[in-house]
């Protein structure tokens, strides 16, 4: 049965190809969160694990919806690890086993990785697409990228503060907290 929800057969099937590498980049990004799930050890295992287990579900929450958000436009989502791995843009890290901080900061580059992309993609898909509904679903995706960005980024910040809220830079460059 044809579509007619007011795109172009064009305009759908760009949106289906930007939504497509955004389901690519949130697949890695999932098996890379779930394996370091498993993988980190150290005195903030518990705190990580934990906060891996939350990321992976939203994750997984994230990949359906944008999975039957291409569904709704009458395309097909990616679905084999081959074809999610040439549509991302985040790379793995096969082979190796990296420090919890380093799993940490692996996982904030390519979250902002994905939340630069997103945002071009907001754009395009209004601007050039002129589909609203998949520009708002995107920004909804962005944001939820952004707080996990930050939520990892917090753990990393071992800046100091004053209890007036500034920065104590000498405390800083120490490593000692107040």
Do not use: C
């Not at 394996?35 to 994750?59: C, M, N, S």
């Not at 097909?76 to 919890?100: N, R």
């Not at 962005?142 to 990393?156: D, I, K, P, V």
């Amino acid at each position: 049965m044809s579509i007619n929800i007011g795109l172009s057969e064009k305009e759908r099937q760009g949106v289906v190809d930007i939504l497509n590498n955004v389901l690519a980049d949130a697949y890695l990004l999932l098996i890379k969160t779930k394996k370091y799930h498993w993988d980190v050890i150290g005195p903030q295992f518990r705190t990580l694990h934990q906060l891996w287990e939350e990321h992976y579900e939203a994750l997984t929450i994230s990949i359906d919806a944008i999975a039957e958000r291409v569904r709704m436009l009458n395309g097909y989502p990616l679905g084999t690890a081959a074809a999610f791995i040439k549509h991302a843009s985040i790379k793995e890290h096969s082979g190796d086993l990296p420090s919890a901080q380093e799993m940490v900061q692996r996982l904030v580059v390519d979250h902002e990785q994905v939340i630069r992309n997103v945002r071009g993609y907001i754009e395009q898909t209004s601007e050039e697409f002129k589909d609203e509904g998949t520009a708002d679903f995107l920004t909804g995706l962005m944001q939820e990228h952004e707080e996990m960005a930050w939520m990892l980024r917090s753990f990393l910040d071992g800046e100091a503060f004053e209890s007036s809220g500034k920065r104590d830079k000498e405390l800083v460059s120490k490593g000692s907290r107040k």
